[in-house]
């Protein structure tokens, strides 16, 4: 299912920025959730995923070390905290949810309102 992305913005080279992700609707309450992202000119591509009952991580490789998903499950949201930002990880950042780990690392859509980060040179 789609979700509602928020946080991004302009940071430097080397910055962090933590992204959020809320579900308005109580029926998303067990979904696991996860983060795409979509670069100018490039497809569409999996950041990271967590379980909503056993709190289990996959990343891409690009994420694995610098970026952390983790939850706050008494507010329904996750976020995604990105560290050591490079140029390449400018992308509009969208939000997901679906039953298990396996179906979020394979969401085709629809996709929700993203939110842009832009990591300067």
């Known amino acids: 299912v789609q979700l509602q992305a928020s946080g991004g913005g302009l940071v430097q080279a080397g910055g962090s920025l933590r992204l959020s992700c809320a579900a308005s609707e109580v029926t998303f309450d067990n979904y696991c959730r996860g983060w795409f992202r979509q670069a100018p000119g490039k497809e569409r591509e999996f950041v990271a995923v967590?379980?909503?009952?056993?709190?289990?991580?996959y990343y891409s490789n690009f994420a694995e070390g610098r970026f952390t998903i983790s939850r706050d499950s008494v507010n329904n949201t996750v976020f995604l905290q990105m560290n050591g930002l490079r140029p390449e990880d400018t992308a509009v950042y969208y939000c997901?949810?679906?039953?298990?780990?396996?179906?979020?690392?394979?969401?085709?859509?629809?996709w929700g309102r993203g939110t842009l980060v832009t990591v300067s040179s």
């Open positions: 997901v949810g679906g039953a298990t780990t396996v179906e979020v690392q394979e969401y085709r859509g629809p």
């Open positions: 967590i379980g909503w009952t056993d709190s289990s991580t």
